[in-house]
Structures are given as structure tokens and as C-alpha cells.
């Protein structure tokens, strides 16, 4: 496993982190004996920065991870997320110091933390992230002991440039895949010039771009992968990034013609984001142990700088017409 710099922090993350959405919920069933199971699997092979949230199975996620982290007295390094808990999900929230703090109590309390490495806003509404009073309450948390840092999950470009403004910004999470091409026109660049640290979410679409869908899949109810293929849920970007699902199958059969030897589709994907040096960490999601193993082997693999072109060009052809201007 390879490591890189945590932007202005003087943490070393691996490369390829975990995602533990699908430990927690919306994934269909994961038991869990596989929970653990997933956990182990990725920091036996150096796997050292776990990504979760509250609302991932209403705090089974964060509850798995804390079990495991304190079972170990290696260094991992946990970023969860708070604010989609607001009930209406609605910007006033996300100031109330006091609304917020209870949700971060819960999470120490789940995470069996005396304190957060990373708390990210978890999606906020636009007008959030402009607003001072967002930032203030997030100070004011660092300032009680309650979080070490804070960064902010975010839908759009525009989102995450106006956060890299504030000072005490750490870090941006966002969706950066080979349907989404976007964030390497500028935000990349831009993170990397201010030092803060970019995390990649949904690098395989939910799944699409492992290559083993077909126009006839089929998935649990309680998957999201189900019931908001059309945004119903939540932001449609979330999943399969709101690409268009029998289009997506098309250009996936363009992106198999290039897969160099002794690569997967999933591990093409995951390699090519992690070519960007702006990229910190990247975080697959997974279900089992061979889904692990799949993902951290990526940071071995060799270089597919001579692939960058043919990729930007599928995603020409299939994607920017639809998707480029919406987040």
C-alpha cells in the first residue's frame, strides 16, 4: 500500500481507503460477521483511513468501526459525517451549535472516541456552504474538543470551491470517477495549490464500473441502487453517478477494450483516479474480502498514464453532453 500526504495535516493515508456506506445500510444485506470481515481485510493490507457517517445505517457503520479501532493500538485515521440527520434537511440546521454538538456526541459515542479526526458536512444544502455561521459552528466544535478537523462532502465544483476559501478547511469529498470526469478541470488543481486534501467517493458508480452489470440487473429493495435510481432518496448523483444506466453499459464496453493486462475494469478505474497526484485518498466501498483485496491491490499496480487520453475521449463521446454541467 502506498500513502500520501493529508493535505495541510501530518497525516499519511493510504492511498486507498475504505468506504463504509455498504457496511452500514442501502447496499442490500451485509452481515455482520462480513463487516468485520471487510474491516480486517482492508488494514491487514494497510488500508489506514476509514470513511463512514451517522446516517449509514442510522450509526451501525460508525458502531462497526469503532469496534474494530479500538481493538487495534495501530493508527487509523476516521472521517465520518453529520447533517443529513436534520429533519427537514434544510440549511438553519446546520448552524445550531447545540443540534449539531448532539449529533457529534452520538458519533463519539458510537465510534468510542473521545474525539473525531475528521467531521465532514455531510451534503448540506448550497446556501450552507457561503454562509459563515456554518464555519463558526465548526470552530466551535474544534474548540470544545469534540473534532480534530473538519472538511465537507459535497455535490458540486462550485460547493467546493467556496469551502477551500475558509481557512480551517481540511478536506473535500466528492464524486470523481470515469463518468465523472469534472473535478480534474479545475477543482484538482486548485486543492492541490491550497493544500487540502481531496476524497473520492464513489470511484466504481455503485458497482457499474466493476463490469459485471448488465441491462437486466436486478437489487435488493432496500438498495439504493434501487429505490433512488431516480433521485428519489437523495441526490441522484449518489447513485451509478446519475449517469444514464443503459448508456453507462455502453461506453463500459469501450472501457474494456483498453484494460491493460492483469487489470480489472474496477481496478482501471480506481488506478486512473489515484494517477491524479491532487487525489489524497480514494474510497471503494465493499462487501466482502475479495472486494477488498480487488480495491487496495490497485495501489501496486503499475502506470496507465498512456490510457489518460483514450478515457477522456469514451467520456467525451457518452458523458459530457449530459452530465458535465450538472455538478
Keep these: 500500500m502506498k500513502y500520501r500526504k493529508f493535505g495541510k495535516l501530518n497525516w499519511n493515508v493510504s492511498e486507498v481507503g475504505l468506504g463504509c456506506w455498504a457496511i452500514g445500510a442501502d447496499w442490500g444485506e451485509v452481515s455482520e460477521e ?32 469503532g469496534n474494530f479501532i479500538n481493538s487495534t493500538s495501530e493508527r487509523i485515521y476516521v472521517a465520518t459525517k453529520a447533517g443529513r440527520r436534520i429533519n427537514p434537511h434544510e440549511a438553519n440546521g446546520y448552524y445550531d451549535k447545540k443540534l449539531m454538538e448532539s449529533f457529534v456526541e452520538r458519533s463519539l459515542k458510537n465510534l468510542k472516541l473521545e474525539t473525531i479526526d475528521l467531521l465532514q458536512m455531510h451534503c448540506p444544502p448550497k446556501e450552507v456552504y457561503s454562509n459563515q455561521r456554518i464555519y463558526e459552528m465548526l470552530d466551535y466544535l474544534i474548540e470544545k474538543g469534540k473534532i480534530q478537523n473538519y472538511g465537507f462532502s459535497v455535490h458540486t465544483i462550485d460547493e467546493a470551491l467556496e469551502c477551500i476559501k475558509r481557512p480551517n478547511t481540511k478536506s473535500i469529498q466528492i464524486i470523481f470517477n470515469l463518468f465523472r470526469l469534472k473535478p480534474s478541470e479545475k477543482l484538482l488543481n486548485i486543492a492541490k495549490e491550497k493544500n487540502i486534501a481531496i476524497i473520492v467517493r464513489v470511484p466504481l458508480a455503485s458497482g457499474l ?27 441522484i448523483g449518489e447513485t451509478f453517478s446519475g449517469v444514464n444506466f443503459s448508456k453507462a453499459l455502453k461506453a463500459i464496453e469501450k472501457y474494456k477494450k483498453i484494460i491493460p493486462e492483469n487489470f480489472t475494469l474496477s481496478q482501471l478505474a480506481l488506478k486512473w483516479i489515484l494517477m491524479h ?25 503499475e502506470s496507465i498514464h498512456k490510457l489518460m487520453k483514450n478515457i477522456s475521449s469514451i467520456y467525451e463521446e457518452y458523458f459530457y453532453k449530459d452530465i458535465h454541467h450538472l455538478w
Design 34 to 65: 462480513n463487516a468485520k470481515e471487510v474491516l480486517k481485510t482492508s488494514f491487514d493490507n494497510g488500508v489506514n483511513f476509514f470513511d463512514t457517517a451517522d446516517v449509514y445505517g442510522d450509526g451501525r457503520s460508525e458502531k462497526f468501526v
Design 209 to 235: 464500473l466493476t463490469g459485471k452489470m448488465n441491462i437486466n440487473s436486478k437489487f435488493p429493495e432496500n438498495d439504493h441502487r434501487h429505490y433512488n435510481i431516480n433521485g428519489d432518496a437523495f441526490d
Design 277 to 301: 497526484d491532487s487525489v489524497t485518498t480514494v474510497i471503494p466501498g465493499a462487501k466482502n474480502r475479495n472486494q477488498v483485496l480487488t480495491n487496495v491491490s490497485v495501489s501496486e499496480k
